[in-house]
């Protein structure tokens, strides 16, 4: 079956330390996004690719780094400049070209840093 | 000022009973698409129902509907015949297509409806 695997499903860290977070998808999309969500707050943006080897900044960049050498991954770092990582992590991919095309998701990491 | 309004934080509704949830979003762009995704407690979001600003009849999709008010500017879910299951938190979303050059997909969520169904 296809779909978008995010590992891990939890993931703790200290203070100062960078840590990546995997997305891989076996859905032949183009476009890849990262979300975070925090309690009350809903989905932001952090980053996006819409093709390999480019990405764009979303609404909350700083703090977090992106690549996109392969169409199927599109792992997230969260370094230490972040003031606050701890939250839920959210991949998603959709097709390009299709303006009714839905977000699909993965089922999160989430992210603790002590 | 947001893009996506969600004004019930929660809401309850007896099992079989219909419950409508809120959303109302601000573009100025002709050309947006509006999502709803439902989160249950584990974590991963579930796409539901999908309403085009240039669609004429609102969007169905077994017990979702959608209640597409285009000059209110409002997009409201509707769940027929609750179920247990249908207990999660549930996001309204949307593409604006123009103004992004029509090269952008990416989805801007507002904070989401608690919707506990009570047996």
């Known amino acids: 079956d296809g779909g978008i695997t995010q590992s891990p499903k939890y993931l703790f860290r200290k203070e100062g330390q960078n840590v990546t977070l995997s997305c891989e998808q076996n859905?032949?999309?183009?476009?890849m996004y990262w979300y975070r969500q925090d309690p009350g707050q809903g989905l932001r943006l952090i980053y996006y690719?819409?093709?390999?080897?480019?990405?764009q900044k979303g609404d909350i960049a700083e703090g977090y780094s992106v690549s996109r050498e392969k169409k199927e991954s599109f792992p997230l770092t969260v370094t230490s400049a972040q003031k606050n990582p701890t939250a839920f992590y959210l991949c998603?991919?959709?097709?390009?070209?299709?303006?009714?095309?839905?977000?699909?998701f993965g089922n999160g990491t989430r992210l603790t840093v002590t | 000022a947001q893009k996506i309004t969600q004004t019930q934080p929660g809401m309850f509704v007896q099992e079989k009973e219909a419950v409508t949830l809120d959303c109302t979003y601000d573009?100025?762009?002709?050309?947006?698409?509006l999502f709803w995704y439902k989160q249950p407690s584990s974590g991963e979001m579930i796409f539901l129902i999908y309403?085009?600003?240039?669609?004429?009849q609102n969007a169905t999709e077994g017990r979702y509907s959608l209640n597409f008010q285009k000059a209110r500017k409002s997009a409201n879910l509707v769940i027929s015949a609750s179920q247990l299951g249908d207990s999660a938190m549930y996001f309204c979303?949307?593409?604006?297509?123009?103004?992004?050059?029509?090269?952008?997909?990416?989805?801007?969520f507002g904070k989401g409806t608690l919707l506990t169904v009570n047996p």
């Open positions: 998603a991919s959709n097709l390009q070209g299709l303006y009714n095309s839905p977000l699909h």
């Open positions: 859905l032949n999309h183009d476009a």
């Open positions: 690719s819409q093709i390999v080897n480019d990405f």
């Open positions: 573009t100025s762009d002709p050309s947006y698409g």
């Open positions: 309403q085009g600003s240039y669609d004429q």
């Open positions: 979303a949307m593409r604006e297509f123009e103004i992004s050059g029509g090269s952008n997909y990416k989805l801007t």
